[in-house]
């Protein structure tokens, strides 16, 4: 793999000259807890055969050597071993932990050393060991100490979560908050983190899948903590302005940034070909798009060229009836970016999050939801989300209906999609769908950058399309006078799709429309078109100003109206595997001017779905009160039939 400029090959001697140093404090150390409360837990049971004699003698102060160690000390090789207490043999995956562990605190140790000769730490050691540390440097020592104990602590969980990944299960665990995070330096962090892996482990550890899977846990916990408490703390520039690349893990370090191997996802599901999705032209014509726009993506660069340029989608919320095809978009577009991913050898990865997330225990939702954030996220692979009938996993907030766990997963994903921290790269895209949008958290719908209608089959010979599909082969009725799937032809649908737009289609904003055209004439000027808005905003509050940048980013996009031609997909050396500023160059060719049609249409498109959930929403509104006041009315009758 080659290196980008702002990574640094971290040698392999100076990660091995560690393992001595790492390999103690696996075996036993004393520690004392500042924070946690130790957990009544018994020491692990250690054989004195040759197998446990020491090769290494402690160089490093505060280690103490089995010898010495009292019996209330950390010794993690033995309690690993014990994870399987019926078994005195070390099993693969005990085995495998140990070595996982070992090597995670060795380039721990290799990153502290090179941040302690960079950040000028280590110049102030010296001093200090000698006895001629400036006083009015001791403020800076004490600052730098801590520093290089968080990014330490950091790379010890990343490197451990990297390095365990490949030997993860379906089992998973539990462990709560990491509590015993010291930063006085380095050695005493990483004690005070080995002394609570240790209490997670002899609590969880029972066998080994769940010995794995607390180790892992418990790195993510850890990341975790590390990188909020590293929100505040000063001189970490020097570890967090560089990257270490650790080669014979594949292994990236970007300050506190999780490390992730881009590992694609086995997709079991059935990919439809775009011919098969009858009707939905303009849904259909945007998945093919976006599915062409994510190639684009540099993993170099960590970038998309169209999120730069503007016009990369994001997030969008595909609604309709039930039956109208959103199940086979979502399989179309999953199998288009598998099918290009396969050719450029690019990682895909597909999720799907679902009601199975939603948990009873306060919290699992909210981390079910930001695990299936963060994995589509990653950087390191292609991702695409999808969040199937989102109205019942999300909670709308005001709603007695909604459970603490969907309120939960709307908190994380109103976060993810459109919170502060929020960075769109262009690896990835997450998309919405729903057969009563009407129902998801307006603020949450409003996230949706694009709309994708999903309205299925529409007209007569989308009709006929449709069935001759589904029919199969199987018989010998004649299809009659009819051209086979040249209404799917998908530029002249999108056209007439988009045609369709240039006046609203709902009766509430078309009457909008009707009142703009006649007090300002043709919407031909941004102070009309903003007028028209305006406008829009007074017949319905929530349209605002989230909804104005949904529709400009959805202009953009089409300023972006032209499909990657097939052939960079097939052969990745005319366009996926170019440089950056090359694709970004060779995409701006292509790129088409904005017109005032274009905006009209994208306003509408954008409203109507609004003006559409607010009928819906109010509907089911008016109905549900119908039934109660029917409700009322009977439970009188009876109640005064009872009475006579």
Same mark, same amino acid.
């Given at each position: ?40 837990? *018994? ?24 010898? $010495? *160690? ?181 292994? $990236? ?61 994001? $997030? ?329």
């Amino acid at each position: 793999m080659s290196l980008t400029s702002d990574q640094m090959e971290l040698r392999e001697e100076d990660i091995r000259k560690h393992y001595g140093a790492a390999a103690l404090m696996l075996e036993g150390f004393d520690h004392t807890p500042r924070i946690a409360q130790a957990q009544a837990v *018994a020491a692990p049971e250690r054989s004195a055969g040759l197998g446990t004699r020491r090769r290494f003698r402690s160089t490093t102060p505060g280690l103490v050597t089995r010898s $010495t *160690a009292r019996p209330e000390g950390v010794h993690l090789v033995a309690r690993i071993a014990a994870a399987d207490a019926d078994d005195p043999l070390t099993s693969p995956l005990q085995a495998t932990a140990q070595h996982v562990l070992r090597r995670a605190l060795a380039v721990a140790l290799a990153v502290g050393e090179a941040y302690s000769e960079v950040s000028g730490l280590a110049e102030l050691k010296r001093a200090n060991l000698a006895g001629s540390l400036d006083g009015g440097r001791k403020r800076e020592f004490g600052e730098l100490l801590a520093a290089e104990a968080l990014a330490v602590l950091h790379v010890f969980a990343n490197a451990t979560a990297y390095l365990l990944a490949p030997h993860a299960s379906e089992v998973q665990v539990e462990v709560g908050d990491v509590e015993e995070l010291l930063s006085d330096n380095a050695q005493l962090a990483l004690h005070g983190a080995l002394w609570e892996l240790d209490q997670k482990l002899a609590q969880y550890a029972a066998e080994d899948a769940a010995l794995i899977a607390t180790v892992a846990a418990f790195a993510e916990q850890l990341m975790e903590k590390v990188s909020l408490r590293a929100q505040n703390a000063p001189r970490l520039a020097p570890f967090t302005d560089a990257a270490w690349h650790v080669a014979a893990d594949d292994l $990236t370090l970007r300050g506190f940034e999780p490390a992730a191997k881009g590992k694609s996802t086995t997709l079991t599901m059935s990919f439809k070909k775009p011919h098969e999705v009858v009707g939905n032209h303009i849904a259909k014509y945007q998945a093919l798009r976006l599915s062409k726009m994510l190639m684009a993506y540099d993993f170099e660069r960590r970038l998309n060229p169209f999120a730069e340029l503007g016009g990369f989608i994001f $997030t969008f919320m595909g609604d309709g009836k039930p039956g109208t095809g959103k199940t086979t978009l979502i399989q179309m577009m999953a199998g288009l970016v598998h099918d290009y991913c396969q050719v450029a050898g690019y990682p895909f990865r597909y999720q799907n999050l679902s009601t199975d997330n939603i948990d009873s225990y306060q919290g699992k939702s909210g981390q079910n939801a930001k695990a299936f954030i963060n994995s589509i996220l990653d950087p390191t692979a292609i991702g695409f989300g999808t969040i199937d009938d989102i109205d019942q996993l999300a909670g709308k907030r005001g709603d007695r209906q909604s459970s603490a766990g969907q309120l939960e997963i709307t908190a994380v994903l109103m976060e993810s999609f459109g919170g502060a921290n929020t960075v769109v790269r262009g690896n990835c895209t997450f998309g919405m769908f729903s057969n009563y949008p009407e129902n998801v958290d307006d603020a949450l719908r409003q996230r949706a950058g694009a709309r994708f209608l999903v309205d299925g089959p529409q007209s007569r010979e989308d009709y006929i399309d449709i069935l001759s599909l589904l029919m199969g082969k199987n018989h010998s009725i004649p299809l009659g006078e009819h051209e086979p799937f040249a209404a799917q032809e998908i530029k002249a649908a999108v056209a007439r799709s988009f045609e369709a737009h240039a006046k609203p289609q709902e009766p509430g904003l078309l009457e909008v429309f009707d009142r703009a055209a006649s007090q300002i004439g043709g919407l031909d000027t941004i102070a009309k078109l903003g007028s028209y808005l305006k406008m829009i905003q007074a017949a319905d509050a929530r349209f605002t100003g989230r909804a104005i940048k949904n529709i400009t980013d959805a202009v953009k996009v089409r300023a972006m109206d032209f499909e990657l031609p097939d052939d960079w997909m097939e052969n990745p050396e005319l366009f996926l595997f170019r440089d950056y500023d090359t694709k970004k160059a060779m995409i701006e060719e292509l790129r088409v001017p904005i017109t005032v049609d274009m905006v009209i249409q994208e306003i509408n498109r954008y409203a109507d779905s609004e003006f559409r959930y607010a009928d819906k929403s109010d509907e089911v509104a008016i109905d549900t009160m119908v039934r109660d006041f029917g409700r009322q009315e009977e439970a009188k009758r009876r109640y005064l039939e009872g009475k006579e």
